[in-house]
């Protein structure tokens, strides 16, 4: 295997291009080596689809012909193969641009003598260039550790001080992609709780948030009857909902109550009756 393909540094730059070119990734999936050698049979043979980058349509691969990545129709797929190297390079890159953020940050705040005027000049453009690292590292590393809370906590400090509509946009889609992967990671459902807080606080229309979130809620807890962190999710979001939307989202949920309730307290006559 080319050597150049599996260092970690490359592996990460590929990662966060990908996810710079498709800012839409809906799905995320780790993928044995053996599954991305039978998917490419199927695309050169012509009777499945061909494992290409989003923008280019270039077959997404090293050298020597082995795919870490796969990438198609805003899902995304990542080899099992690579996930070690590939979250040691992350988190070292994100550790490494986050504590420079934060000397920035701090010589900003207490405009640090030490530094000539000139440098204190060109701080904000200094922190913009960090904020945005961080942010392109804190991604990928969530996508490999979803419950890496420093990571969460560098994208709150940073959104917080923006307050910009498209971040909160942009944070609601990453942790609906990390829910992809693990629908019970309690960060990424504590990150969208934060993120509607801000959302309403900033008087936007938090009701078409809370309509998104409630059909998030329900594919979700479809998927996996026993996700109690989405049910509370659920009961969380009632606080945001308007009356109408409240009578919508819970009215079946309440029937369904209902029925099995029937069932647990009149067994007998539940099977006479039906």
């Known amino acids: 295997m080319n050597e150049a393909a599996m260092d970690p540094s490359n592996l990460l730059c590929h990662l966060e291009d990908i996810l710079d070119s498709d800012p839409h990734i809906d799905e995320v999936g780790f993928i044995h080596p053996m599954q991305f050698a039978a998917f490419n049979e199927e695309g050169h043979s012509g009777s499945g689809p061909q494992l290409t980058d989003e923008i280019t349509r270039k077959p997404v691969r090293d050298s020597s012909s082995h795919t870490f990545f796969w990438h198609n129709k805003h899902k995304l797929g990542i080899?099992?193969?690579?996930?070690?190297?590939?979250?040691?390079?992350?988190?070292?890159?994100?550790?490494?641009?986050?504590?420079?953020?934060?000397?920035?940050?701090?010589?900003?705040?207490?405009?640090?003598?030490?530094?000539?005027?000139?440098?204190?000049?060109?701080?904000?453009?200094?922190?913009?260039?960090?904020?945005?690292?961080?942010?392109?590292?804190?991604?990928?590393?969530?996508?490999?550790?979803?419950?890496?809370?420093?990571?969460?906590?560098?994208?709150?400090?940073?959104?917080?001080?923006?307050?910009l509509s498209p971040m909160f946009t942009d944070e609601l889609l990453l942790s609906a992609l990390v829910l992809s992967y693990s629908p019970k990671s309690e960060r990424a459902w504590s990150h969208r709780r934060w993120v509607i807080k801000m959302i309403a606080g900033n008087g936007a229309n938090i009701q078409e948030v809370v309509e998104r979130e409630s059909e998030l809620v329900k594919?979700?807890?479809?998927?996996?009857?026993?996700?109690?962190?989405?049910?509370?999710?659920?009961?969380?979001?009632?606080?945001?909902?308007?009356?109408?939307q409240v009578r919508l989202k819970l009215e079946p949920v309440y029937l369904v109550y209902l029925f099995f309730v029937d069932r647990i307290a009149f067994p007998g006559h539940w099977r006479n009756s039906h």
């Open 219 to 244: 594919t979700l807890a479809e998927n996996s009857k026993m996700n109690y962190r989405a049910w509370s999710h659920r009961c969380w979001l009632v606080s945001y909902m308007s009356d109408s």
């Open 79 to 163: 080899s099992t193969i690579v996930l070690v190297p590939l979250y040691r390079a992350a988190k070292d890159a994100f550790l490494d641009a986050y504590k420079r953020y934060r000397m920035l940050r701090d010589s900003q705040l207490k405009k640090d003598e030490t530094l000539e005027n000139n440098a204190l000049t060109c701080l904000p453009s200094l922190l913009d260039t960090m904020e945005k690292e961080v942010m392109r590292h804190s991604k990928a590393l969530l996508l490999l550790s979803c419950d890496f809370g420093t990571a969460w906590n560098a994208r709150k400090l940073i959104v917080s001080k923006k307050l």
